[in-house]
């Protein structure tokens, strides 16, 4: 991937199925906060193994973890996304931007997102307050990131080299802390 012209400091790493992007995620978070980040938002945690459903959030700023998906049943063909999940998600995201976080963390912007739903406005909130934003792009959604953007910020590899050459990257006024 090729970076454009950072006028905002979002990022957005680009990945496919193959990638284990929650995990990811994780890391990134977790090694960011080690080098003086103060990360606010929210990653995912994919299902254990054998498991069809079970995805939970983890609110960065508290450690707390909840469900993001809701149980149909045992004749449900698959996971449903959680309303209620969704708003305690919404919750702690501007809970991050509204407590000093000097790092927005959002596991992903994808369907709900590119449908204006999901945690699309405090993606914008983070843009409009300056504050850095990293979140997660399937390779399908990538051209509805580019235009909720307009082209501001990086692309990055699935590598924590990635995330981190890119923290490293922001001038200090964008990681004030």
Same mark, same amino acid.
């Given at each position: 991937?090729?970076?454009?012209?950072?006028?905002?400091?979002?990022?957005?790493?680009?990945?496919?199925? +193959?990638?284990?992007?929650?995990?990811?995620?994780? =890391?990134? $978070? *977790? @090694?960011?906060? %080690?080098?003086? &980040?103060?990360?606010? /938002?929210?990653?995912?945690?994919?299902?254990?193994?054998?498991?069809?459903?079970?995805?939970?959030?983890?609110?960065?700023?508290?450690?707390?973890?909840?469900?993001?998906?809701?149980?149909?049943?045992?004749? +449900?063909?698959?996971?449903?996304?959680?309303?209620? =999940?969704? $708003? *305690? @998600?919404?919750? %702690?995201?501007? &809970?991050?931007?509204? /407590?000093?976080?000097?790092?927005?963390?959002?596991?992903?912007?994808?369907?709900?997102?590119?449908?204006?739903?999901?945690?699309?406005?405090?993606?914008?909130?983070?843009?409009?307050?300056?504050?850095?934003?990293?979140?997660?792009?399937?390779?399908?959604?990538?051209?509805?990131?580019? @235009?909720?953007?307009?082209?501001?910020?990086?692309?990055?590899?699935?590598?924590?080299?990635?995330?981190?050459?890119?923290?490293?990257?922001?001038?200090?006024?964008?990681?004030?802390?």
């Amino acid at each position: 991937m090729t970076a454009s012209t950072a006028a905002l400091p979002l990022a957005a790493i680009v990945y496919t199925p +193959a990638d284990d992007i929650d995990a990811l995620m994780i =890391a990134a $978070a *977790r @090694a960011l906060a %080690a080098r003086g &980040a103060k990360p606010g /938002g929210v990653v995912q945690h994919a299902p254990g193994a054998g498991a069809s459903c079970g995805m939970e959030l983890e609110d960065l700023a508290s450690g707390a973890r909840f469900p993001l998906s809701q149980d149909l049943g045992s004749g +449900a063909k698959g996971c449903r996304l959680d309303p209620a =999940a969704l $708003a *305690r @998600a919404t919750v %702690a995201v501007r &809970a991050a931007l509204e /407590g000093g976080a000097t790092l927005l963390v959002i596991n992903k912007f994808g369907f709900q997102e590119t449908c204006g739903a999901g945690l699309r406005e405090e993606m914008g909130r983070a843009a409009a307050a300056g504050i850095p934003l990293l979140t997660a792009v399937g390779e399908r959604f990538l051209g509805d990131w580019e @235009a909720f953007t307009g082209g501001a910020g990086v692309l990055l590899q699935p590598t924590l080299e990635s995330v981190l050459g890119w923290w490293a990257s922001l001038s200090p006024a964008s990681v004030a802390q």
